[in-house]
């Protein structure tokens, strides 16, 4: 179903005063006319006053006011008659009725606030007729500002099966409310529904950190993707995975961002004692590189300037006398020898 715009109907404030005029002219015909019976007159007058007065209070019904960036969808038994998505005070057909399935929806997201203790319109405090059609309307309309979708954090095991937690926000806004309304049964629960199922389908392609022998792209060559490392290209797989699933509903997707990301609670114990462990070694293998180096140079020296004849024993002993000092956790407490070298 195509949305169908309502325009050129911004007469609102026109039938209301109209309306408001013939209220009181049919008034006045009621007090006139029962002078005019009590004299003799004509009871004409008298009868389309009082059926003025049972009946003029339906065209209230058909007054509605939008602000900037919302939407009312109208049906009229049953049909779908057009959508009013500009700000304004507009007259439609009375018997007309707005549909907004997803108007009692509260998520975690921008927008879901309890319209129970909204301030009533001038319009209703002004006559009081129609009051509960007013609400309701009131109640009925589809926001089209951009809203917010916090998801709720999800417990995923990653592509090497270790459980993570995740919770992403999703940017989004209607942008077609007849699609919205009734292509699915209620926009937002949709909404939410899609996001965990794109959310599950991406994140079980990634590992939680950069792991060898992993192909996150799909070309059959291993690459360096990780959710720690590559959010910003999970978040956009997110993202185009959840619009093409929103698109039947008439919602756009404008971005999608990571909030949270942390190994499950059975085992983050472990996975942070095995990124200690990988630290230590990482920090071991530069100490002795470091060392190494520091020893070859020191025996070039050495053997450059002649300062002393080693023989392969004495160097294997320097060796490992100067390994010992570079690559201790502690400062060396060395043993000075005093007597001869040999």
Known sequence: MNEKV??????????LLLTTLLYLGAIAGCIFGGMMISGGGSPVLLVISIIWLCIGWIPYCGLRILKPQEALVLTLFGNYTGTLKNEGFYFVNPFSSSVNPAASTHLHQSGDVDNSDRQKSALSLAFNVGKAETELSGSKKISLKIMTLNNNRQKINDCLGNPVEIGIAVMWRVVDTAKAVFNVDNYKEYLSLQCDTALRNIVRIY???????????????????????????VAARIRDEIQKRVEEAGLEVIEARITYLAYAPEIAAVMLQRQQASAVVDARKMIVDGAVGMVEMALDRLNERGVVELDEERKAAMVSNLLVVLCGNRDAQPIVNSGSLY
């Open 6 to 15: 309502l325009l050129h109907r911004k007469n609102g404030m026109i039938v």
């Open 207 to 233: 590992p939680y950190d950069v792991a060898p022998n992993v192909d996150t792209t799909g070309d059959g060559i291993a690459d360096e993707g990780s959710l720690r490392g590559s959010s910003e290209i």
